[in-house]
């Protein structure tokens, strides 16, 4: 909290420094912007990025380091036998003398050089902060006043700031690349430990899915068995249903929305159709286990079809209204993006408004909407909660709509809940279902930019 504190006075500062150098630079020229070389605001930005982006520096260098720096010196402070400790008896040594100096529940009762430990934490921390809250604001101080006499009229204040958002905007792209490539390897790496455990044909094409194995030599327990069809089948059917409900109506909608309806009607249905995408999945989970599932055992039981009180029906129908939103938004956005020349010519040539809507109008937005598809197909893939509470954890290899499946990330969940070993096949097995997964996301985007090049129409 202290340091959300000086972080925030910090930027409260850039704020001040932005103000004052904007003002002090058209003192300089009495208010005649004609003899700036760039334009005030880029003065007042040159101030407040030479105060803040020091400070802020030290201030995030200080936080990454101060973990480790104060732990170090704790550690040198305890008593000899305590610092004889093996590696995991000392980690949570540390982790109890941390959660009594910070309130928290210790996992054991503190003797007299724990509770000395905790107090010497404690001044420790206050210590780094006071030093890093006098070292930043003097820093933030010292580029003010560096900024201030640096601050001229013929100052090229505008490369140097666009250079500082250039460089900005380029260092958080190569932070994303980086984080997803090291998404991909933990999920690759993992998964060739667990592939070196289970064979990849037995996992890709086995039609058995039971994780459970022996932890122990002695313990009774399966040997695990791994063919994944059985949720790759339960991941696709309820992915089919859910976008047979979504698609449609979500399309639909949109087209009605962006064609046909008056602006009193569309001001009305779009944000009460968007409602939908901010309801939380637990509540539609609530909803498919309460409400949809007996319903459609009851619908089963009165046509003589048996109905599994947990389906991939429930959870499909109740995920594809989920979804509905995504659809219908994006495509409503991407409609509306098409010119109205492009109608207009097509009126002027004598087609009808639904001809122009599927000759000219869908056409011309196809790539927008196999976007807003493939992100709902995405949006489904990823679902957890729903499945859960609407269609179960069992892995049945079936077809039938009417009974119990799972999914991919159900059974992601399911392996990595509890107290578990990152050496058993059983955890590792979630790292494989994941990378599959990956691939798969990747192979429909692939798809979706084949479909786009080949079928979208271009307009100059």
């Known amino acids: 909290m202290n340091s959300l504190i000086l972080i925030a006075v910090l930027l409260l500062f850039m704020v001040f420094a932005y103000q004052l150098g904007r003002r002090w630079v058209l003192q300089k020229v009495g208010g005649d912007r004609r003899e700036l070389h760039s334009l005030p605001g880029y003065y007042g930005a040159y101030v407040a990025l030479l105060c803040g982006l ?17 732990e170090t010196i704790l550690i040198s402070g305890l008593p000899t036998a305590a610092q004889a400790l093996p590696a995991g008896e000392l980690n949570l040594l540390i982790s109890d003398i941390r ?36 070292i930043g604001l003097a820093a933030a101080i010292g580029g003010f006043v560096v900024a201030r006499g640096r601050l001229q009229p013929n100052l090229r204040a505008r490369p140097v700031v666009e250079g500082v958002v250039h460089w900005t905007l380029l260092i958080a792209s190569v932070i994303a690349v980086l984080t997803t490539v ?20 037995e996992f890709l094409f086995g039609l058995d899915w039971s994780p459970q194995t022996a932890l122990r030599e002695d313990q009774v327990g399966g040997s695990g068995s791994f063919g994944a069809v059985p949720i790759f089948a339960g991941t696709l059917l309820i992915t089919v249903i859910a976008m047979a409900v979504a698609v449609p109506i979500g399309l639909l909608s949109a087209i009605y929305m962006a064609e046909y309806a008056s602006p009193a009607v569309r001001s009305v249905v779009k944000p009460l159709l968007e409602i939908l995408a901010g309801i939380p999945t637990v509540v539609y989970g609530f909803f498919a ?24 029906l429930a959870a499909g129908l109740v995920m594809g209204v989920m979804i509905i939103p995504f659809v219908s938004s994006l495509s409503d956005d991407v409609i509306n993006a098409v010119p109205q020349s ?26 927008g909407i196999v976007g807003a598809v493939l992100l709902a197909v995405s949006r489904a893939i990823g679902e957890t ?25 159900v059974q992601i969940v399911t ?33 979706a930019l084949v ?4 079928y979208r129409e271009e307009y100059d």
């Open 99 to 134: 959660n009594i100096a910070t309130g928290n529940i210790s996992s054991r009762t503190p003797d007299a050089a724990v509770l000395i430990a905790a107090d010497r934490y404690n001044n420790l921390r206050s210590i780094s902060f006071a030093a890093m809250a006098v």
């Open 54 to 70: 020091p400070a802020l520096l030290i201030v995030a260098l200080w936080l990454s380091f101060e973990p480790q720096i104060i």
């Open 451 to 454: 479909v786009v090049r080949r």
């Open 415 to 447: 392996l990595l809940v509890g107290d578990q070993e990152f050496d058993s096949a059983k955890t590792l097995a979630a790292f494989a279902l994941g990378l599959v997964l990956f691939l798969v996301t990747l192979a429909l985007n692939i798809i």
């Open 289 to 312: 286990a309460l409400t949809i599932g007996p319903a459609l055992r009851g619908f089963g039981e009165q046509l003589g079809i048996g109905v599994a009180s947990e389906s991939a």
């Open 385 to 409: 909660m729903i499945v859960v509470m609407a269609a179960g954890l069992a892995a049945n290899l079936t077809a039938n709509p009417f009974e119990a499946v799972t999914t991919v990330t």
């Open 182 to 201: 090291g998404i991909v390897l933990s999920l690759l790496f993992e998964s060739v430990r667990f592939f070196e455990q289970v064979s990849p044909f």
């Open 342 to 367: 492009l109608r207009d010519g097509a009126y002027a040539l004598g087609a009808t408004q639904s001809e122009t809507v599927r000759k000219v109008v869908l056409p011309a937005a196809l790539h």
